[in-house]
C-alpha cells in the first residue's frame, strides 16, 4: 500500500478513531446488558463513543497497516498492542486517579482476568476489533476518500469535532 499524504491520513484517522469510538460504545452496551440484563450508559463521555477504542484503533491502524496482507499478524499484533493499551490505562485511572472504569473480575467470561484490568475475552475482542478495522472499516474508507476528498474531509472532521468536544466537556463540567 502506497503510504497516504498527511493531509489525506489525518482525516482517515480522525474518522477511524469516531467509528472505533461508537463501536467500542455499542459493544459495552451490549456487554453490560448480557451482563447485568439492564442498559447502563457506559463510558465517561456524555455522547456515545468511548475514547480508548478510538485510541485502540489508532494503535491498531499504526501498527498493523504494514501487516494488511497477513490477517493473523494484524490479530496478533492487535490483541497483543490493544490488550497492554488496555490494561495500563486500567491501571493507571486506578492507581493515580482512583477511578475504576471497568473491572473484568465482575462481569461473566473473565478467564484469565489480570485484577480486572484485562481478561482473554478484552485482549481476543482487541483482536476481532483489529481484523474488522483493517478488512471491514478501513477499505471502504479508502474508496470514500478517493472518490470525494472533500465531502470525506467534512464527513470525518465533523463527527470527530462533536468527540473531541464531547471528551473535554466531560472532562470539565461535573
Known amino acids: 500500500m502506497n503510504r497516504p499524504s498527511l493531509k489525506k491520513l489525518i ?3 480522525l474518522l477511524i478513531f469516531t467509528i472505533a469510538g461508537i463501536i467500542g460504545f455499542f459493544y459495552e452496551e451490549i456487554c453490560v446488558y448480557i451482563n447485568d440484563g439492564v442498559f447502563a450508559k457506559r463510558g465517561t463521555t456524555y455522547g456515545p463513543w468511548i475514547p480508548i477504542y478510538g485510541f485502540g484503533s489508532l494503535f ?8 494488511r496482507k497477513k490477517p493473523w499478524l494484524v490479530f496478533l499484533v492487535s490483541t497483543v498492542s490493544c490488550g497492554l493499551l488496555e490494561l ?8 493515580f486517579f482512583h477511578m475504576r472504569l471497568w473491572d473484568y473480575s465482575i462481569v461473566i467470561l473473565n478467564w484469565g482476568n489480570l ?6 475475552r478484552s485482549v481476543i475482542t482487541w483482536g476481532l476489533f483489529g ?3 483493517m478488512y471491514g472499516v478501513l477499505p471502504p474508507l479508502e474508496k470514500l476518500q478517493a472518490k470525494n476528498p472533500k465531502i470525506f474531509n467534512v464527513v470525518a472532521i465533523v463527527p470527530f469535532a462533536l468527540f ?4 473535554i466537556l466531560s472532562l470539565t463540567i461535573k
Open 11 to 13: 482525516p482517515l484517522l
Open 60 to 67: 491498531i491502524f499504526f501498527l498493523t497497516n504494514r501487516f
Open 88 to 95: 495500563a490505562t486500567g491501571y493507571v485511572l486506578d492507581r
Open 115 to 120: 485484577n480486572g484490568y484485562i481478561c482473554i
Open 131 to 133: 481484523l474488522l478495522l
Open 164 to 167: 473531541a468536544l464531547d471528551i
